[in-house]
């Protein structure tokens, strides 16, 4: 079993509709929760960042972690055709980078 | 600022060539560290730095060589190319760790090995 998963895709919505991406994972140490938006061809950019359980909202994202399922999700309202990217989860038990844990990403088409 | 940049941006080798992929940042972060991703397989780290003359191990070391000599280039290089080495490789940094400071990626490098 893989520390993260994620469903990979593809997802296809149309314009305006609301997102919903999720994780799974299995290491109950983890605490330190991101999202990281890729572009095609580009580098991973942070998204959104969560310390512990409980929802994040920023803009028409949100994000929120259930540490007793052990699952998070990244929700996006009223999407948009630049919305389109794969959609990476990571997470972490500590506070170093290296010991980040990436998800394999979501590939998310938002259809005009 | 240019951020984080990585050189080339596509290379094709044949099995058993080396090469050094580049990496800068102009932010004076201490922290950098290269990953590959491939199909799957999210991201995974392959070496990191946490400043001039300090580097470490990640998840996937194998067949890499990294140094950092000064606090903007870490340049990764590959021995001996094999086709397992097929990938698209990304170089980031950051000044902190990750609860204070995001993590910057750059653009990536895609290799193949033939």
């Known amino acids: 079993q893989k520390e993260v998963e994620q469903d990979p895709g593809p997802l296809s919505v149309p314009e305006g509709a609301i997102v919903s991406l999720n994780c799974t994972y299995s290491?109950?140490?983890?605490?330190?929760f991101m999202w990281y938006r890729q572009y095609s061809r580009k580098g991973p950019e942070l998204l959104m960042y969560?310390?512990?359980?409980g929802n994040k909202e920023d803009g028409r994202f949100t994000a929120q972690v259930d540490k007793s399922s052990k699952y998070i999700s990244l929700f996006i309202r009223d999407s948009q055709p630049s919305d389109s990217a794969t959609y990476l989860c990571a997470m972490s038990a500590q506070t170093s980078y290296d010991k980040v844990i990436f998800g394999p990403g979501t590939s998310l088409s938002v259809i005009p | 600022n240019a951020g984080v940049t990585q050189t080339p941006k596509f290379q094709v080798l044949k099995t058993g060539q080396s090469m050094t992929l580049q990496c800068a940042q102009d932010?004076?972060?201490?922290?950098m560290s290269w990953y590959r991703q491939d199909p799957g397989m999210g991201l995974r780290l392959i070496h990191y730095s946490v400043g001039a003359g300090i580097t470490d191990q990640g998840e996937v070391p194998n067949g890499y060589n990294v140094s950092r000599s000064t606090t903007e280039d870490f340049p990764l290089r590959l021995l001996s190319a094999a086709p397992s080495q097929t990938s698209v490789y990304f170089c980031?940094?950051?000044?902190?760790?990750?609860?204070?400071?995001?993590?910057?990626f750059g653009p990536g490098t895609r290799l193949t090995v033939l």
């Open positions: 932010m004076n972060h201490e922290y």
């Open positions: 969560t310390y512990s359980s």
């Open positions: 980031a940094s950051s000044s902190s760790g990750l609860h204070t400071d995001t993590q910057y």
């Open positions: 290491n109950s140490a983890f605490q330190y």
